[in-house]
């Protein structure tokens, strides 16, 4: 999902960052392909490489389009729980592509704040993301690509249940550094798309975390740090050449909201995504 800090001042880590960055997208006119293994009855021909789910084949022209929304939640006994939701389209259009890199130009909308439009660059196969030159490494938690940097790079044939072990080491939109496990849940290798299941956990803050939020206790307002305890997340995504159809990802962990007025005082933090194709023209 396309990086809010850059994109849209303002929306701070509740904005639901877009890279491409931020989503799940449809593709108008994907080009069919069916190897020909796969027409002669070879049993190998039911199992396509990585490659076949998992790295985009797009032409320059096709567009694409998601719907998607985050929201988070911190709960606590004694104050009023704090809730913060975004939601928006995005609209994408190729303009140039090699193996390693696409390039777009996107109109990105989040509700109620101006809508952006500018080129977007992906690079090294997803792993770094470029708006209008401003390059940094891609942790959105979603986007509208298969990204290696969060999801891993499985080489071989795609079996349903195999596992890979993707090591995160740096803080991403939806959680810390840590290690995720990403598990083949259903494969349909005649219209290449494979629906992975992402759990992981680790320690510390999040990308763009907010480390100080607003709470109300009986009628007053006040301004607490927040900090920190293991975060846990687990969700579903599914791919089609690369492309992400369906996206969500769920995160808990428990946090500390301390202030001099409440001193201390244990909470619940949970933050979702839900990202969704949608058809463009």
Known sequence: MPDNSRLLAGLGASGFRIQLGIAAFIVAAVPGFLPAAQKSGNPQAQEPSADVYLVPNLQIGQKLGNVFSRATSYKAEGIDEVVRRTSGTALYVVTATSPASLV?????????????????EMKDHGR???????CSAATDASGPFY????????????????????????PWELGPPGEQTVTVVEADPANHSVTLKREGSGDGYFAGDRKQIQVSKSGQNYLVDVNPGRSHWIGYTRFRQGIVISD??????????????????????????????????
């Open 248 to 281: 969500e990802l769920l995160v808990e962990r428990p946090v500390t909201l301390t202030s001099k007025e409440l001193v201390s005082l244990p909470a619940e933090e949970r933050q979702y995504i839900l990202l969704n194709a949608t058809p463009s023209s």
């Open 128 to 134: 770094t993301s470029c708006y209008e030159g401003n």
């Open 104 to 120: 777009l130009d996107s109109e990105i909308r989040y509700d109620g704040k101006p809508v952006y439009k500018g080129k977007t």
């Open 147 to 170: 990204n290696p940097l969060i999801w891993g790079d499985p080489k071989g044939t795609i079996r349903i249940g195999m596992k890979w072990i993707v090591p995160i080491t740096e």
